[in-house]
């Protein structure tokens, strides 16, 4: 079994992000910036945008915070997205979800301009991933095939089960499994919440991302010896040991189920440190107008 270090690989790719905005600096060009849009208190999306924000820092890149109160009008939401739209310092951007429940999530996804929608959550991004035309791809499956490349997981040909089906996670990385690429090429089966029977197909599966947020829910009972599997799962648990006053845990049984795998991703260091890499590589494409000219 070997252990999928995110951390380490995140690490390594954000020294490589660095780097470049040194030499983009050195020959005279802008400095890449994001931006983040957060509104209300939750815990989670603060200490999300704060890692954000943090490693916009190590790696050299400007950023900028705009947060509102839980209570912010749908239209002053889309008055700040259209100002960001419009300023030229800005490169990319993002608004981190979960928005309060009297805010439209597509209205304001759709509002964002998609040559800086950096989360490539726009469905003009959606649809040119689905089409594997130049794109944003969202920061979770982008970091999720980073790291299957970086230990050379061979994917051609291979059983892929993709369990969740959000936008976010699930629906975009069963795309991106299936597609003529590299990693790619799966056969790929999406479970969810309505499928019958669900370890019948895991026990079948090469390679499994789980991303339900449901804590411990893969069980070795549902892997087959030699799986390589991707736990997506981050769910805050209760735990007063700790100086946060909780752990994170996976959608993985980690402890069975690891004995069992080819590579396996822990939890946290896992995929969280990969989401944020990918996030600044999208922020890089976008200022150097990589993927919209
Ligand atoms: N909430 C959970 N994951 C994400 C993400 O990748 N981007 C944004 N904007 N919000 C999130």
């Given at each position: 079994?070997?252990?999928?270090?995110?951390k380490?690989?995140?690490?390594?790719?954000?020294?490589?992000?660095?780097?470049?905005?040194?030499?983009?600096?050195?020959?005279?060009?802008?400095?890449?910036?994001?931006?983040?849009?957060?509104?209300?208190?939750?815990?989670?999306?603060?200490?999300?945008?704060?890692?954000?924000?943090?490693?916009?820092?190590?790696?050299?890149?400007?950023?900028?915070?705009?947060?509102?109160?839980?209570?912010?009008?749908?239209?002053?939401l889309?008055?700040?997205?259209?100002?960001?739209?419009?300023?030229?310092?800005?490169?990319?951007?993002?608004?981190?979800?979960?928005?309060?429940?009297?805010?439209?999530?597509?209205?304001?996804?759709n509002?964002?301009?998609?040559?800086?929608?950096?989360?490539?959550?726009?469905?003009?991004?959606?649809g040119?991933?689905?089409?594997?035309?130049?794109?944003?791809?969202?920061?979770?499956?982008?970091?999720?095939?980073?790291l299957?490349?970086?230990?050379?997981?061979?994917?051609?040909?291979?059983?892929?089960?993709?369990?969740?089906?959000?936008?976010?996670?699930?629906?975009?990385?069963?795309?991106?499994?299936?597609?003529?690429?590299?990693?790619?090429?799966?056969?790929?089966?999406?479970?969810?919440?309505?499928?019958?029977?669900?370890?019948?197909?895991?026990?079948?599966?090469?390679?499994?991302?789980?991303?339900?947020?449901?804590?411990?829910?893969?069980?070795?009972?549902m892997?087959?010896?030699?799986?390589?599997?991707?736990?997506?799962?981050?769910?805050?648990?209760?735990?007063?040991?700790?100086?946060?006053?909780?752990?994170?845990?996976?959608?993985?049984?980690?402890?069975?189920?690891?004995?069992?795998c080819?590579?396996?991703?822990?939890?946290?260091?896992?995929?969280?440190?990969?989401?944020?890499?990918?996030?600044?590589?999208?922020?890089l494409?976008?200022?150097?107008?990589?993927?919209?000219?």
């Open positions: 079994m070997e252990l999928i270090n995110g380490e690989v995140a690490a390594l790719l954000k020294d490589k992000i660095a780097l470049q905005v040194l030499e983009m600096k050195e020959n005279g060009g802008k400095v890449p910036h994001l931006a983040a849009i957060l509104v209300g208190e939750n815990g989670a999306s603060e200490t999300y945008v704060a890692n954000k924000v943090k490693a916009c820092e190590q790696v050299g890149f400007d950023s900028s915070l705009f947060r509102f109160a839980n209570d912010i009008s749908e239209k002053t889309l008055e700040k997205i259209q100002e960001i739209n419009d300023d030229d310092n800005i490169d990319g951007f993002i608004v981190q979800l979960p928005l309060p429940k009297h805010i439209a999530v597509d209205k304001i996804i509002a964002i301009k998609p040559s800086k929608d950096v989360d490539g959550f726009h469905p003009e991004n959606t040119r991933m689905v089409k594997n035309l130049p794109c944003y791809i969202a920061a979770t499956p982008f970091g999720i095939l980073k299957i490349e970086h230990y050379n997981i061979e994917t051609k040909g291979k059983h892929c089960v993709v369990i969740g089906r959000s936008n976010i996670v699930g629906s975009p990385m069963s795309i991106l499994m299936a597609r003529d690429g590299n990693p790619g090429n799966c056969t790929v089966t999406l479970c969810h919440s309505r499928t019958q029977n669900l370890r019948q197909f895991t026990l079948m599966a090469d390679i499994i991302i789980v991303a339900l947020g449901k804590p411990g829910f893969l069980t070795h009972d892997v087959k010896e030699g799986a390589v599997v991707i736990d997506v799962g981050l769910t805050r648990i209760e735990d007063s040991s700790k100086k946060t006053g909780f752990a994170l845990k996976g959608d993985v049984e980690y402890d069975q189920v690891a004995p069992k080819s590579f396996i991703t822990p939890v946290p260091g896992g995929v969280g440190p990969m989401t944020i890499v990918a996030l600044l590589e999208n922020t494409k976008a200022a150097r107008k990589e993927v919209y000219n």
